[in-house]
Each structure stands twice: as structure tokens, then as C-alpha cells.
């Protein structure tokens, strides 16, 4: 990544804010007005404070624009980052980053239909392995032991309630008398 | 070390893995349960507890509470929805979410969806407003003053369109007055600015009031309860002062049925509802019940058609009350 | 006041009692540290343990957590920058970079000292003052909370000092974020989409771990070196921050005060309190302390606040059965049902248990300072973690967390977006604590706005009849004014220091 500032991508996260700008005056005109809570007094004026805060938003966001047009970009943390290059090469670590949220996604996407022990061992596994824990052993022995460690503090000790899935199994603490 | 031992170590973690997840038949439960619970922390979810932690002695497996608020109470019947139907999650089934939600229509079951356990208790409520008031010393003369003055004293039900909202509504539509009501996102909060000066009266309950008895007045317990007045110290009930509310029963009261979504086994059914039944008949739990005041009520799973049906039909017509008081308010 | 803490000492010397309040107290900063779990799930997870013990021990035990639980998010904050719980948001503009120039167990000590002394501040204010200061918080209505919740939004200002305009934008999009799902005041659905998710709007922790935790995750990523192995000296245990924390002396009470103050008041959080206490040192440092780059004084205010914020919160609690906040909602439920009706009786009728718990919740500070510095040596052994293995061990945990709040996936995946949402902020500089600070003061203000306008006979002249919420609002008015002020101008008026 060079030094400049990603210019474009400033102006992409300010269109975002304006975008949210827009959708809150968008709800406003069409679902609170539909439930009569667009107008009226304050018990009833649901609209009244959020309009407020998005037109603040609006105009802070002009203050933005206004400073970026004058070429004033904040020197941001990813320009920060550049100067101390690390060792592997960036597209790589950027592949690596994209496959531990990808991962996330599933996580999520298995935790109720596969259950919290197996989801989380071998998702985390993956993830493990995905960062370039080697050798592999450690990597899959780690993830099980951080499954069995987190299962022991939240269902044994914390008695939370996780994801059975469908082989319905959770280690049975109650016996220990936990 | 050599790879091979890993992998047979594997391959006997994964055997004994197995092994401990074979009886899925094995007699229910044989996990810990979870209590889906609509508000957020304070004394009903103390009542929760309590009563969830004896059926927990009874079953042999913990019942953890998981408090869900929002939406007055929906979104935890949404919650428990999504959990299957295995007798592991049930619900902490309290009446704005179980019948009045569906009423006003921000909720697509009614209470016929659900397969009920046992009554859990009931919350008497009161009007009271503070010792020191000197515009009126009991409900007549409230309501005297509130036709003197239209529209003009604020008070508090906790939040709009709730059960306490409705009684309240009713009561003063039954003598034509009313006020306005002002909803906070804590009961205390309401409670707090009635002593403050800034709200005129306020429900209560028992809990809050025998907390705060010197500082507040009960003017008028709001159920035909009998029982109820010892509650409040022996206040007059609202039926003492001729005001027919038309709500009778558990209808001007707060209370919770435990529920478990339809589906359920047979057999699990019966075994939660043989603990909760053991769990409720429990002295100590009782008193500690009575003690945060709130009443056992005891109705068995059979009546809970006939109950609950009673209460949504009384509830409709205290909605109007409610809609009676915003035209008021809005001056047609 | 005296014969209730002697009549209490009683109950309180037992070992039972005693090691209670320890393990209470180091499970609290368990809950406290791991992600999304705070000091309020912790009560709600172990009320059911106290039920059947004598009063003073299960209170003590509840008590210990919360005020474990308020500390412990530090401890995270200050490690990955990643905070425990939305109470330490503020402990990591400091605290963090203060590990990264190597100092983590002096920030962690000075975390733990500060929220110990400020811990015993707030309970010694609870012993003296209950009745009277809840007295006050009772005069403080509608109208006083919304000049104070702008007093509050002011301090993003402070926060984000580098980028104050965008850091008012982030403020006000939390104050959005909060607005999302049913409107208390007209019981519509605001922002949901028809999606039933929504409709109880989106839960705090789940926007903080995801925006703090799950981004934190990706930079960490980028930054590489994933699998060598950190070069992070041993900690010995030493009680050296405590004397650091003690050379901050005048924050330090400052701090406790503003924290005492915001717990008395129902509804307003130790997160208030922390973010105003931080701000109000900060303006009030010298340029060369470097606020925000790993400043002592900006861990001792933020911690000393939070916890002092546990001894106020307690005051309505215990003297009018009024919860100071959702931990002191559970812990009055506990009260009840161990056959204690709080309120003024209570010390009245039950003179020696209130003096009991008092002692305990005394005795929990002790304990939070002693057992945390002796902890600190394991706590910043987790940065010996390879990132390989410290990164995904983390997502786990925050996840977890996030899921035990309200038993909900749908939790998880707000906790994702958010996770984007904070990585694209942070990487164009928008700061992401004026987002907790939206969160939590927008609902304040908003509601108490428009309960004001409810309460008065004739709109905004509620405000001017009111003193307190009119001196407030005056003061909000000047410090803005004085804020918009050219610096010529502010030049002229006060002689620089520097010169």
C-alpha cells in the first residue's frame, strides 16, 4: 500500500453516513409516518429526535467534505501501518484475514443446526490452521482443549445454555455436581 | 512423539465422545434446562428464579433464567420460538406477550399456540400517590379534583398500553375523568418521580409499596380481591368506592403461566409440569414468593384454557379504555 | 451509622463469608475480562447459588461479583483493546496504549488499585450519605437527566479530540443504533425492517464486541507476525501501581466523586461516568501527561469512576428500593428473597444485615485489590499467546459471550456486522467510543426530553422552571460557546500557560 491516503475510500465511508442519513428520513416518511409516529406531540412523535440527529450527522458530514476537498486527509491508521512492513507479504496476510471472517460466517451459520462443541472445534481448528499453526497435531489438540476449557467455564461454571445441535450432547456437569 | 499416537488418541477422544452422546433416549432431562424470561432484571425475575431453581431440585439438571426484554415481551416468545421443541427451553409465560401483545396485534399466536404448564403468581396493582399530597386525600376525592381540573395531573403506569395502563385507564374512564400517562423505561424511575413532585399519582405494587409505605398512600387497590388488601396494609379496594372496572380475576393483574411451545412430548410436558407443581407446593418457596410480593396463584394446567380466555375477552374491552383516554387527551 | 457496621462486623466474620466475597470477587473479574459476559450477567448467572445461603453471605457474594465484574473488563481493554465489557470502552484509550509501550502490568495494576480505591470511596459515601444523596437523586427529574445526558455527549468531544467532527458523527450514529427497534413513548417499531429481531432493539454488548473484539481481530491480523512468539517481559507481582495511582491523587477523587454521583442517579451508568470522568481529566491535564497515548491519570479516572459508580448505584437501591442500575435491579431481587424489603425500613428492622453487607461490599474492594494485583502476572501472560492461536481464541470468546447475553445467534450476527462496521471505521478514522457513548446517552436523552415536554403544562418552560436542569443546561451552553470560540479571542481571556 502506498503512502497517500486511500482518497476514494474516505469518500466511500462519508457517502455511507450520508446513505444513513437518507434512510433514516426514508423510515421516517414511509414506516413511522404509516404507524402515525411522524408527527404530533412528544408521546407520540417517534420521528422528532432521530431527524434531529441525522441532519447533525448531514451537516457534520459537509464539515468532512469540506476538509477533504481542501486536501485535508487524516493520515489514518492503515497509512500508519504501511511504514512498518511486515514480514510476510501483504496480500497474503489480506487472504488470511478474508478466510478467518469467512470462517466467522460459518461459525455462525453452524452453531445452532451442528451444536457448540463440534461447530467450535472444528471451526476454530480451521481457523487455527488457517493462520499457519503448525504442526498440525498442536493446532487440532489446542482446539480441543480450547473447546473443552470454554465448555467447562460457561456450561459447567456459568451453567449458560449453548447449542445442542442435532446430536443433542453437552458434557453432563450436573453429575459432578456443578 | 510419533504422529500415529495422535492419531489414535483422536480416534479415542472421538470413541468416547461418541460414547457420551449415545443416550439421546435416555430418560429427560438429562441436560440442563433454559427459563425464557420477557423483562429485564428485578423482582419478577427473582420470582423466576426461585421458582425455576426449586423445579431444578425436583429435576436433577440446572434451569439457567435468560432474560430477553424487548418489545414488550415478544421478542423472548420469539427466542424460545426458534429453540426446538424438546422440553429444554420454556417460557416464563407473563400476560403482556402470552395475550395482550396478540390483542393489539404485534404478535401472531394467541394463547392456544402454547401448551401450558402450571400458574406461576399473580401481581396485585394499586393507585397510590404520596403521603404528603394535600389535593385530595383518598379516591373520591381524586376523582373530584380530576373532573376540576380535566386533564391536568400526570401519572405513571410504567409504560404505555400495559396491564397497569389499562386497569388504570378503565378505572377513570368507569368515572369519567382522566389524566395523562406518562411512561417511563423503569417502573422505579415512575416511582421515583412521583416522589419527586413531578408525576400526582402512580400504580404500584406491593413490593415498591411496602418499600416506600412512608411516602406513599395506596388511594385504591385496583382488583376485587379480597385477599389482596393485605398487600397494600389493608387498603380499600376500588369496588369499595362503587367503580365497577369489569375486570375480574387474574384480568386487572399482572401474572405468568409457564408455557412450552407446542410440540412438546407428552411425557416431558408431564414430567415439568409434576416439578413445577412439587416446586410451587413447597412452603419455603411460598413465603419467599409472598415475601417479593407476589401471590402463587396455583391454577393446574387443565384451567388454563377457561382462565386465559376470560382474560383476553376483558382485556378488549379495557384496550378501548385506553384509546377513550388518548381522545381525551388529544381534546375530541 | 457506626452501630450498624459494628452490629454487622458480626455477621461478616465467618469464613464462609470470607471466601465468598473472594471467589465471588474473582469471578467477577472473570466475567468481567471475557468478552460480552459483564458484572450483571455474572449476578444473574450465580443469583441461584445465593438463595439458600444466610443473607450477608449470599449479598456478599453477589456484591463481590459486581464489583469484580465492573474492574475486570479492564483487564481486556487494557491486553487486546478489546473491552470486556461496554464499561471499560473508556479504559482502553489509555490502558492500551500504555501495554503496547510495555507497561501492561502497570496498567493493569493501576486499573485494579484505581477501581479498589474508587470502589471504597463510592461504598464509604453509601455508609455515610444513603438517605440523603438518595434525597437528592430524587429531586433529580426528566428535565435534569436530559441537561445531563448532553453534559455526557459533550465529553465525545474530549474523546475524540484528534477527530472531533468525526467522532460527533460516530456519537450521533449510536445514538441511532440505539434508537433502532420499538419506541418506548409511542410503542412504535422504529428502523426494524418488519424484522422481528429488531423489534427489541439491538443489544449493547453485541455492538461493542463486535465493533471493539471482531474488528480488533482483523487489524491484528494485518499487522502479521503471526506466529512469532511475543516478546512480552514477566510480570512480577508488586504493588508498586498502587503507588502510582496514588500520585493522581486529586483524579483519583474527582474520578470516585463523578462516579458516586452518576451510580446515585437510577438509569445513568457507570459508562457515563467513566467516559465524563475521563474527559474532565483530560481537560484538566497538562499537554505533556499525552491523554490518549498511554497516560496513567486517564486509567485512574476511568476506573475509579466505574467502580465508585457500584457504591452510588447501591444508594437508591438499598435506601428506596429504587435500582441504581440493571446489577442492582438483580442484586434488590436477591434482597427480597432472602426476606429483606429494602427501602428506608431496612435499616431500620434489619440494622445489622445492611451493616453486614456494607462491611462485605468494603471488604470485596479489599479483595479486588489484593487478588488482582496477585493475578496480574496470569493475566498479561496471555499476551505470551502466539497471534495464531491468541486471534481465533478470542473471536471464540467474544462470540460465546455475545450468544450467553440473550441465548441468540441473531445476537452473533449483529456482533458481526458491527465487526465490519468498526473495521471500516477505524481504518478512516472514526473513532469508535463515541459510538458507546451515543448508545447509552441517546436513549437518556431522548426519553427524558420528550417525558419533559410530556410532564410540563406548556412545553420547553418546564427547563426554566427547574433549577438544577437550568444550571446545567446554562454550563453545557457556556462550555460550548467557550468551545466555538477563536483561539485569538480565547488567547486574550486566559493567559496561556505555556508562556
Known amino acids: ?132 499453526a503448525r504442526p498440525v497435531w498442536r493446532a487440532v489438540a489446542a482446539s480441543a482443549a480450547l473447546t473443552l476449557a470454554a465448555s467447562f467455564v460457561f456450561e459447567g461454571l456459568l451453567k449458560v445454555i449453548l447449542p445442542v445441535g442435532f446430536l443433542g450432547f453437552t458434557p453432563p456437569y450436573h453429575l459432578l455436581g456443578l | 512423539m510419533k504422529p500415529f499416537n495422535h492419531l489414535k488418541s483422536a480416534v479415542i477422544a472421538g470413541a468416547a465422545l461418541a460414547a457420551l452422546s449415545m443416550p439421546a433416549s435416555a430418560e429427560y432431562p438429562e441436560r440442563n434446562i433454559q427459563n425464557i424470561f420477557p423483562w429485564g432484571p428485578g423482582s419478577a425475575m427473582a420470582v423466576t428464579q426461585i421458582i425455576s431453581e426449586a423445579m431444578a431440585q425436583e429435576l436433577g439438571v440446572n434451569i439457567t433464567v435468560v432474560s430477553t426484554p424487548g418489545a414488550a415481551g415478544v421478542k423472548s416468545f420469539e427466542t424460545a420460538l426458534d429453540k426446538p421443541a424438546d422440553g429444554y427451553t ?151 368506592f362503587g367503580t365497577d372496572m369489569g375486570l375480574t380475576g387474574l384480568s386487572p393483574t399482572g401474572w405468568h403461566w409457564y408455557v412450552v411451545k407446542p410440540g412438546t412430548p407428552d411425557d416431558v410436558v408431564e414430567t415439568l409440569r409434576t416439578a413445577m407443581k412439587a416446586a410451587l407446593d413447597r412452603d419455603d418457596i411460598q413465603e419467599k414468593l409472598k415475601a417479593t410480593g407476589f401471590v402463587p396463584t396455583m391454577y393446574s394446567p387443565d384451567q388454563y384454557d377457561e382462565i386465559v380466555g376470560t382474560v383476553g375477552e376483558q382485556l378488549i374491552s379495557a384496550k378501548e379504555a385506553i384509546a377513550w383516554e388518548a381522545d381525551k387527551i388529544a381534546g375530541k | ?116 480505591i474508587g470502589g471504597m470511596f463510592g461504598g464509604i459515601i453509601l455508609i455515610l450519605f444513603a438517605p440523603m444523596l438518595a434525597q437528592i437523586a430524587v429531586n433529580f427529574g426528566p428535565p435534569e437527566y436530559f441537561a445531563l445526558a448532553v453534559t455526557g455527549l459533550m465529553s465525545i468531544a474530549v474523546v475524540s479530540s484528534e477527530s472531533t467532527v468525526k467522532g460527533l458523527m460516530t456519537g450521533c450514529l449510536g445514538i441511532l443504533i440505539a434508537a433502532v427497534g420499538t419506541d418506548t413513548m409511542s410503542n412504535a417499531m422504529r428502523f426494524t425492517f418488519d424484522n422481528h429481531n429488531l423489534f427489541g432493539g439491538i443489544h449493547i454488548v453485541a455492538v461493542v ?105 447501591l444508594i437508591p437501591t438499598l435506601a428506596l428500593a429504587i435500582p441504581g442500575d440493571a446489577a442492582c435491579a438483580v442484586l434488590m431481587g436477591a434482597l427480597l428473597l432472602l426476606g429483606l424489603q429494602p427501602g428506608p425500613q431496612l435499616f431500620t428492622f434489619s440494622g445489622d444485615i445492611v451493616g453486614g453487607v456494607f462491611l462485605a461490599y468494603l471488604l470485596a474492594n479489599v479483595f479486588l485489590f489484593v487478588l488482582g494485583i496477585l493475578l496480574t502476572p496470569v493475566f498479561v501472560s496471555v499476551l505470551k499467546l502466539r497471534k495464531q492461536y491468541l486471534v481465533p481464541s478470542v473471536l471464540l470468546l467474544s462470540m460465546i459471550g455475545v450468544y450467553a447475553i440473550q441465548s441468540s445467534v441473531y445476537d452473533l450476527w449483529f456482533a458481526f456486522i458491527f465487526g465490519i462496521v468498526g473495521y471500516v471505521l477505524r481504518k478512516f478514522d472514526y473513532p469508535l467510543s463515541p459510538i458507546v457513548i451515543g448508545i447509552i446517552l441517546g436513549p437518556i436523552a431522548e426519553g427524558n426530553l420528550r417525558r419533559s415536554l410530556l410532564l410540563s403544562q406548556d412545553g420547553l418552560s418546564i427547563f426554566a422552571e427547574r433549577p438544577i436542569a437550568l444550571t446545567i443546561l446554562a454550563i453545557d451552553l457556556l462550555v460550548i460557546l467557550w468551545v466555538l470560540l477563536p483561539r485569538r479571542v480565547k488567547g486574550r481571556l486566559v493567559p496561556s500557560r505555556a508562556g
Open chain 1, 1 to 132: 500500500m502506498d503512502r497517500k491516503p486511500n482518497a476514494l475510500g474516505h469518500w466511500l465511508v462519508l457517502g455511507a453516513m450520508f446513505g444513513i442519513v437518507a434512510l433514516v428520513f426514508q423510515q421516517i416518511a414511509t414506516s413511522l409516518t404509516d404507524q402515525r409516529a411522524a408527527s404530533g406531540d412528544a408521546l407520540s412523535n417517534a420521528a422528532l429526535f432521530p431527524r434531529w440527529v441525522a441532519i447533525t450527522i448531514a451537516g457534520l458530514g459537509l464539515i468532512v467534505a469540506g476538509q477533504m476537498l481542501m486536501g485535508r486527509y487524516p493520515k489514518g491508521e492503515s497509512a500508519a501501518e504501511a511504514e512498518d512492513c511486515p514480514p510476510e507479504p501483504r496480500s497474503r496476510l489480506r487472504l488470511q484475514e478474508i478466510a478467518i471472517a469467512g470462517l466467522t460466517l460459518i461459525y455462525l451459520l453452524m452453531l445452532e443446526p451442528v451444536g457448540f462443541h463440534l461447530t467450535t472445534f472444528l471451526v476454530i481448528g480451521a481457523m487455527f490452521l488457517v493462520l499457519d
Open chain 2, 90 to 240: 420454556f417460557i416464563d409465560g407473563w400476560v403482556a406477550p402470552l395475550v395482550l401483545q396478540p390483542l393489539v396485534g404485534n404478535a401472531d399466536w394467541t394463547h392456544e399456540d402454547f401448551v401450558p404448564l402450571w400458574s406461576a403468581t399473580a401481581v396485585p396493582f394499586a393507585i397510590v400517590s404520596r403521603k404528603d399530597e394535600t389535593r385530595w386525600s383518598d379516591f373520591p376525592s381524586l376523582i373530584a379534583y380530576m373532573k376540576e381540573h380535566p386533564g391536568e395531573l400526570r401519572y405513571s403506569s410504567g409504560s404505555i398500553g400495559n396491564i397497569p395502563h389499562m386497569v388504570m385507564a378503565k378505572v377513570m374512564q368507569a368515572n369519567d375523568v382522566y389524566a395523562r400517562n406518562i411512561p417511563y423505561p423503569q417502573d422505579g424511575d415512575a416511582f421515583k418521580d412521583l416522589r419527586g413532585g413531578l408525576l400526582d399519582f402512580t400504580f404500584n405494587n406491593p413490593t415498591t409499596y411496602r418499600s416506600n409505605s412512608d411516602a406513599f398512600q395506596v388511594l385504591a387497590i385496583m382488583t376485587e380481591n379480597e385477599a389482596d388488601r393485605e398487600m397494600f396494609d389493608g387498603a380499600p379496594l376500588v369496588g369499595d
Open chain 3, 1 to 116: 451509622m457506626f452501630d450498624l457496621l459494628i452490629s454487622g462486623a458480626g455477621l461478616i466474620a465467618s469464613p464462609l463469608v470470607i471466601i465468598l466475597v473472594a471467589l465471588g470477587c474473582t469471578g467477577g473479574l472473570l466475567v468481567g475480562a471475557l468478552p460480552g459476559l459483564g458484572p450483571l450477567m455474572g449476578i444473574i448467572l450465580l443469583l441461584p447459588a445465593a438463595f439458600y445461603l444466610p443473607p450477608v453471605a449470599g449479598m456478599g457474594m453477589l456484591i463481590a461479583i459486581y464489583v469484580g465484574g465492573s474492574c475486570g473488563g479492564a483487564i481486556s481493554a487494557i491486553l487486546l483493546r478489546i473491552p470486556g465489557t461496554p464499561l471499560a470502552a473508556a479504559t482502553l484509550l489509555d490502558g492500551y496504549p500504555m501495554a503496547k509501550a510495555g507497561r501492561a502490568g502497570d496498567a493493569i495494576g493501576v486499573a485494579i488499585a484505581a477501581s479498589a
Open chain 3, 209 to 313: 464486541v463486535g465493533l471493539f473484539a471482531l474488528s480488533e481481530a482483523a487489524f491484528q491480523i494485518e499487522e502479521g507476525k503471526l506466529d512469532a512468539r511475543p516478546d512480552v517481559l514477566n510480570v512480577k507481582v508488586s504493588f508498586r501501581s498502587l503507588f502510582l495511582t496514588l500520585r493522581h491523587r486529586w483524579n483519583l477523587l474527582r474520578s470516585s466523586t463523578i462516579g458516586t454521583f452518576f451510580g446515585a442517579l437510577p438509569g445513568a451508568s457507570g459508562i457515563i461516568a467513566s467516559f465524563t470522568a475521563y474527559a474532565i481529566a483530560k481537560a484538566q491535564a497538562r499537554p505533556e501527561e499525552n491523554y490518549g497515548k498511554g497516560a496513567v491519570g486517564g486509567v485512574v479516572a476511568t476506573e475509579s469512576a466505574n467502580n465508585a459508580c457500584c457504591g452510588g448505584a
